[in-house]
């Protein structure tokens, strides 16, 4: 079958309702990865998936297409964590999951966090880590050496996702989320095989979970707060669901199981990427409340996932214990003086 073939076919089946495999998900999300279709199919296709809703295999398989084409992040480390999200909340809080990144880098994960500028959010992974000096642009080589040497890198999405460039327009132009806004935290750069993924909307944190498990994700914890927060919350249960080595467990997580108290989700909000890194460098200085409590909340989750802490109690000790011995921060300074020096270490 000719390539226009196969994509009016897969137009056709789900267009008329019909599931795709994985197998068939990945043969037509390949062929758009590799610019084999002219945009308005593109659009057919996504307006149709959104429309059906997208399965687990389906977004398994745009998955697995998708890795094909990443540019691949090397690492002499291994268990690496990755702290992305998929957005999509509409909160407005401040970027929890890219500060509990850097405090459980601190605190003995190694971290290839991924991320992107803003999107559905007021601030971006990428925007506030531009804010706090970090250059996301980073050739690969300087990952890598980001990665090695700190434990920590940031893997900038359009960077490391060139083929993404050919279905940029027309996502702008439909105007809705479609299924790669689902991709992002299936689609690590630096292969990472433990994750801690907050989702915006509740209804996707099974499916989600699904999808990694039928990756072969090896520890995970796909988390959506009570309240609408993609992250671990304070101010109620967070919904859970823990993938390990494909045996998925549903389970629900509350502020007194990190040893933290409530907050409200008013107490954790920022405008934009500026009073974000702001917030950031107050917690990784001590500053106490509820942004810190929050942060290492999530971080503990994130610890917890990577097992290097045996629960969320010993991972929350360890996040505080990292922010209060000025590691988290020096963490923050050593990835912004690397991410510019390059891939090379500078000469003394």
């Known amino acids: 079958m000719t390539n226009a073939g196969l994509m009016i076919e897969m137009l056709g089946r789900v267009s008329g ?128 050496r980001c990665l090695d040497e700190l434990g920590v890198c940031f893997c900038f999405a359009p960077a490391l996702h060139p083929s993404m460039k050919h279905v940029s327009v027309i996502r702008r132009e439909l105007g809705f989320p479609t299924i790669f806004n689902l991709l992002g935290p299936l689609c690590n750069p630096a292969g990472a095989s433990r994750q801690l993924l907050g989702v915006g909307k509740p ?20 988390v959506a707060g009570s309240d609408g927060l993609g992250e671990v919350t304070l101010s109620g249960p967070t919904d859970v669901t823990e993938i390990r080595h494909g045996v998925l467990t549903e389970t629900t997580w509350t502020p007194a199981d990190f040893g933290l108290e409530n907050a409200p989700l008013s107490a954790v909000l920022a405008e934009g990427p500026q009073q974000s890194a702001a917030i950031i460098q107050a917690v990784l200085t001590g500053e106490r409340g509820p942004h810190r409590d929050i942060v290492v909340a999530n971080a503990a989750a994130a610890l917890y996932v990577a097992e290097v802490a045996p629960d969320l109690a010993a991972g929350a000790e360890r996040a505080a214990a990292a922010i209060d011995s000025g590691a988290a921060a020096a963490c923050l300074e050593k990835l912004a003086r690397i991410s510019h020096e390059g891939g090379r270490p500078a000469s003394t």
Do not use: W
């Open 17 to 144: 309702g019909e599931d795709l495999s994985t197998e068939q998900m990945t043969l037509v999300i390949d062929l758009i990865m590799q610019g084999g279709c002219p945009d308005v199919q593109i659009g057919l296709l996504l307006t149709a998936l959104h429309a059906k809703g997208e399965t687990v295999d389906e977004i398994a398989g745009a998955a697995l297409a998708l890795r094909q084409h990443m540019t691949p992040i090397s690492s002499q480390r291994s268990n690496l964590l990755d702290t992305c999200g998929t957005g999509g909340s509409g909160c407005g809080a401040f970027n929890i999951s890219t500060a509990a990144a850097l405090v459980a880098a601190a605190a003995g994960a190694a971290v290839a966090k991924h991320g992107n500028r803003k999107i559905t959010s007021k601030s971006g992974s990428a925007d506030v880590l531009t804010e706090l000096g970090v250059e996301i642009n980073a050739d690969t080589a300087t990952v890598e």
């Open 203 to 222: 209804e996707l944190r099974n499916t989600l979970a699904a999808a990694l498990a039928k990756l072969g994700s090896e520890r995970a914890a796909v």
